[in-house]
Nanobody, 125 residues
Framework: QVQPVESGGGLVRPGDSLSLSCAAS????????ISWFRQLPGKEREFVAG????????YVADFAKERFTIVKDNAKMTLDLQMRNLKPEDTAVYYC??????????????????WGEGTQVTVAS
């Protein structure tokens, strides 16, 4: 069983950049899809971006395409969510999820087996 562990959240100002990392604990990401989700206050969890650990395409939600990027770091064995020009409406708990969804189900939280505890990102002046 692989347990994703998020790191890198915090308080930033509007316009700042921030990078979150997702690392595997108790196993490896090999053979899995790893995705980032976020949950805004009072809202349901929503897909941000994801990719298969080995090969495959990267999928990014429409709202994130201009400002968010996911990067696989082979040295650290992490999947990083790089965010730039952050806005107050990006304030949320960001989660890393691991599973084996088919492509059409990547955006569905129920398609994932394992979830991290989440990391809070607060964008405020």
């Amino acid at each position: 069983q692989v347990q994703p562990v998020e790191s890198g959240g915090g308080l930033v100002r509007p316009g700042d950049s921030l990078s979150l990392s997702c690392a595997a604990s108790g196993g490896t990401f090999s053979g899995y899809t790893i995705s980032w989700f976020r949950q805004l206050p009072g809202k349901e969890r929503e897909f941000v971006a994801g990719r298969r650990w080995t090969g495959g395409s990267t999928y990014v939600a429409d709202f994130a395409k201009e400002r968010f990027t996911i990067v696989k770091d082979n040295a650290k064995m992490t999947l990083d969510l790089q965010m730039r020009n952050l806005k107050p409406e990006d304030t949320a708990v960001y989660y890393c999820a691991v599973g084996r969804p088919i492509t059409s189900s990547m955006r569905n939280p129920e398609s994932y087996y394992y979830w991290g505890e989440g990391t809070q990102v607060t964008v405020a002046s």
